[in-house]
């Protein structure tokens, strides 16, 4: 079987503080996320209930980590606009869950350590959100990073060096998902290490994310 794409793996470090002051901007972002169909709809998403500054107050250090899921051209090329969208899900949902859990393993090495995670909540086939009923499973769930009003486009592009592209029309060249750890302490270089070892291993990702649906 063929794959149809790579992951590429890019963590950077630093102070929370900083990346703070740099990145968030609630009023624009949080206008943004309103007019998501996850707004309101998933328990990772706003309305969250919560002082954001209080609950980043906990935290000193970020690690930013972003995995691209980069399509090889061959797959970009022959993929008709009508089967975007599936090859989109198909490809992206196993390598954001493999992700996710990864980062979670990173989490629980130290008591303390907090993940956010890439986009809307996708554990669940169906939030129990818009039923008013609690989350299924709170010890997995992790609110978005986008939730707290962070600029994810200037992170990408100043810290890791990543354009961030969406579909038009067809695949684009990769897609990135984003996650990030908050911590007290320094990090060096923990977040790259598990990752690397937990998602670039994964039998998930390489049987059922990272192959050719056509073959
Ligand atoms: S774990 Fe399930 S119930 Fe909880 S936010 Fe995610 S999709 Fe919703």
Not at 180 to 188: G, H, N, S, Y
Request: proline fraction near 5%; glycine fraction near 6%.
């Amino acid at each position: 079987m063929n794959c149809v794409c790579d992951l590429k793996l890019t963590v950077r470090e630093m102070g929370l503080a900083d990346f703070v002051r740099l990145y968030q901007n609630q009023e624009r972002f949080l206008a943004y996320c309103r007019e998501c169909d996850n707004y309101g709809a998933k328990w990772s998403c706003p309305p969250m209930g919560l002082d954001t500054a209080e609950f980043l107050s906990h935290y000193s250090y970020v690690t930013v980590a972003a995995v691209q899921v980069v399509y090889n051209e061959d797959v970009i090329a022959s993929t008709p606009e009508n089967q975007v969208k599936d090859v989109t899900l198909d490809t992206l949902m196993p390598v954001k869950a493999a992700f996710h859990d990864a980062m979670l393993n990173v989490e629980r090495e130290v008591p303390g350590r907090l993940t956010l995670s890439s986009g809307g909540c996708t554990i669940c086939r169906q939030c129990t959100r818009p039923d008013g009923v609690p989350c299924r499973q709170p010890s997995r769930m992790r609110y978005s990073l986008d939730s707290f009003g962070f600029d994810l486009s200037a992170i990408t592009g100043d810290l890791l060096g990543i354009k961030l592209l969406w579909c038009r029309g067809k695949l684009p060249a990769y897609y990135t998902l984003i996650h990030a750890l908050l911590e007290r302490k320094p990090m060096d270089g923990v977040v790259e290490q598990v990752v690397l070892r937990q998602l670039f291993a994964s039998d998930e990702c390489r049987e059922n994310s990272l192959r050719d649906r056509s073959r």
